[in-house]
């Protein structure tokens, strides 16, 4: 499989996640929407945002203290989604505008 570029990966704002464009199969008929989702990668991002939680829980970083504020009044299981979430527009715009990432730290 070839590396995504960003005009493979589709962001509606107000979605539940990302939709990545498949090649048109030739040898077969397509089967069902191609406009599912992908349920690995959204797996994937639910997979990164748990492991990177108790990390970014104790950050100083803006992040923390937005994931802080959101464990305070959801459930932990809310608040990985969530930063799934936040992580994949993240991404998503860094694909879009061709940019790397730069943590912003938290104003003194």
């Known amino acids: 499989?070839?590396?995504?570029?960003?005009?493979d990966v589709i962001w509606r704002p107000g979605s539940a996640s990302f939709r990545v464009r498949s090649p048109p199969a030739d040898d077969h008929a397509s089967s069902g929407s191609r406009n599912a989702g992908s349920k690995y990668l959204r797996?994937?991002?639910i997979q990164?945002?748990?492991a990177a939680m108790p990390t970014l829980r104790k950050s100083e970083m803006r992040i923390g203290?937005?994931?802080r504020g959101?464990?305070?009044?959801?459930?932990?299981?809310?608040a990985v989604v969530a930063l799934a979430?936040?992580?994949?527009?993240?991404v998503w715009a860094l694909l879009r505008h061709e940019r790397v990432y730069e943590p912003a730290a938290v104003a003194a």
Request: aromatic share 4%; proline share 3%; glycine share 4%.
């Open 65 to 67: 203290q937005w994931l």
């Open 1 to 7: 499989m070839s590396a995504l570029s960003p005009a």
């Open 85 to 90: 979430a936040k992580m994949a527009r993240t």
């Open 43 to 45: 797996k994937m991002l």
């Open 48 to 50: 990164g945002a748990r």
């Open 70 to 78: 959101l464990l305070a009044r959801a459930h932990s299981n809310t």
